[in-house]
T-cell receptor
Framework: DVKVTQSSRYLVKRTGEKVFLECVQD?????MFWYRQDPGLGLRLIYF???????EKGDIPEGYSVSREKKERFSLILESASTNQTSMYLC????????????FGPGTRLTVT | TQLLEQSPQFLSIQEGENLTVYCNSS?????LQWYRQEPGEGPVLLVT?????EVKKLKRLTFQFGDARKDSSLHITAAQPGDTGLYLC????????????FGTGTRLTIIP
């Protein structure tokens, strides 16, 4: 079974703090993704990576950066957390293939106060 | 821009009833996937439909891909409280990259 794990299920941070969210997958998938999910707005792609050290912006990259130094690990960084970044953050991975089915982690519910 | 519209947005029914939710687009997709997300968890892949007109069954869930590959439906027979969750359809981008387009979601509640 594919397993995607995220470093924290719940996180509370203060405005202005630097926040690191980490994601690890154990299935040797090439692609990894970070989304945020907010009520009424659905899943929105922040960044994705198709290879080690490679990254591409998604739909809402502002205020975020990412790092992928190893194939199995993809980190999301909030450089200076703000209250409007309070959200559910979901990591996913997918193999190369025609359908690109994604496998998600359990999510991190981040609250910025 | 490829969009996937799901309907209804919310659905609340009694245990034992049948239901159908829909996923529609004006764009052709090479395949469509369905995910279920339980409260506080990440989405879980249920099925992928690939061929126009294809029907796949997963216990009490029946998935169909439209003939023109622009739409899909999910039918649940004799719904149970364990079916409660957010149902998302998704399809690969036609721009040759690894991204998926996700639908707007149907939030289903089964009342015991």
């Amino acid at each position: 079974d594919v397993k995607v794990t995220q470093s924290s299920r719940y996180l509370v941070k203060r405005t202005g703090e630097k926040v690191f969210l980490e994601c690890v997958q154990d299935m040797d998938h090439e692609n990894m993704f970070w989304y945020r999910q907010d009520p009424g707005l659905g899943l929105r792609l922040i960044y994705f990576s198709y290879d080690v050290k490679m990254k591409e912006k998604g739909d809402i990259p502002e205020g975020y950066s990412v790092s992928r130094e190893k194939k199995e690990r993809f980190s999301l960084i909030l450089e200076s957390a703000s209250t409007n970044q309070t959200s559910m953050y979901l990591c996913a991975s997918s193999p190369w293939g025609a359908h690109y089915e994604q496998y998600f982690g359990p999510g991190t519910r981040l609250t910025v106060t | 821009t490829q969009l996937l519209e799901q309907s209804p947005q919310f659905l609340s029914i009694q245990e034992g009833e049948n239901l159908t939710v829909y996923c529609n687009s004006s764009s052709v997709f090479s395949s469509l996937q369905w995910y279920r997300q339980e409260p506080g968890e990440g989405p879980v892949l249920l099925v992928t439909v690939v061929t126009g007109g294809e029907v796949k069954k997963l216990k009490r869930l029946t998935f169909q891909f439209g003939d023109a590959r622009k739409d899909s439906s999910l039918h649940i027979t004799a719904a149970q409280p364990g079916d409660t969750g957010l149902y998302l359809c998704a399809g690969p981008s036609n721009f040759g990259n690894e991204k998926l387009t996700f639908g707007t979601g149907t939030r289903l509640t089964i009342i015991p």
